[in-house]
T-cell receptor, first 110, second 115 residues
């Protein structure tokens, strides 16, 4: 069946550091891929998405590229800020349903 | 738009009690989803509705859980009787459709604690 695997957290970085959060998936067919972000005490918000191979999703300085050959959708940001501290979820869409990874907690220190 | 509205935000109850969680989706959204988030199992889809009709309830853990959507602007998730292992954050989400261009919008969640 469909599944998503993310790198375990927590990830702790200093402000302005480079961020990578790894995400790989298993799916039949060609799912759409998503990154959601959850700030403390809030629900999930869509951060970015990609709908086909080689697509790059981007938003707020975050980027992720849909790599079909490696079944990956790694999240990157060149320079993180304290305000980026949150939990990040990778997800795929299968049959209209979202299947989430376990989430990766990011903590950015000043 | 007010976004997806959930109530209550926090609920503490004792084992054996009935718990009802409420959700108001975004107006015009035809799909409504209920998720459960725990440390052990992450985010799980419990059930989703299309035009108020339950489409897939395969994620509902057991008969103690039930969900209804009596109209387009209201849904409930009920647990009766509640057990400590039901403690989790329950999210409601809604979307206009299931096309790739459609985004699921999440509510702030209800944190349930069963003692």
């Amino acid at each position: 069946g469909n599944s998503v695997t993310q790198m375990e957290g927590p990830v702790t970085l200093s402000e302005e550091a480079f961020l990578t959060i790894n995400c790989t998936y298993t799916a039949t067919g060609y799912p759409s891929l998503f990154w959601y972000v959850q700030y403390p005490g809030e629900g999930l918000q869509l951060l970015l998405k990609a709908t086909k191979a080689d697509d790059k999703g981007s938003n707020k300085g975050f980027e992720a590229t849909y790599r079909k050959e490696t079944t990956s959708f790694h999240l990157e940001k060149g320079s993180v800020q304290v305000s980026d501290s949150a939990v990040y979820f990778c997800a795929l869409s299968g049959g209209g349903k979202l299947i989430f990874g376990q989430g990766t907690e990011l903590s950015v220190k000043p | 738009d007010a976004g997806v509205i959930q109530s209550p935000r926090h609920e503490v109850t004792e084992m054996g009690q009935e718990v009802t969680l409420r959700c108001k989706p975004i107006s015009g959204h035809d799909y409504l989803f209920w998720y459960r988030q725990t440390m052990m199992r992450g985010l799980e889809l419990l059930i989703y509705f299309n035009n108020n009709v339950p489409i897939d309830d395969s994620g509902m853990p057991e008969d103690r859980f039930s969900a209804k959507m009596p109209n387009a602007s209201f849904s409930t998730l009920k647990i009766q009787p509640s057990e400590p292992r039901d403690s989790a954050v329950y999210f409601c989400a809604s979307t206009r459709g299931l096309a790739v261009s459609d985004t699921q919008y999440f509510g702030p969640g209800t944190r349930l604690t069963v003692l």
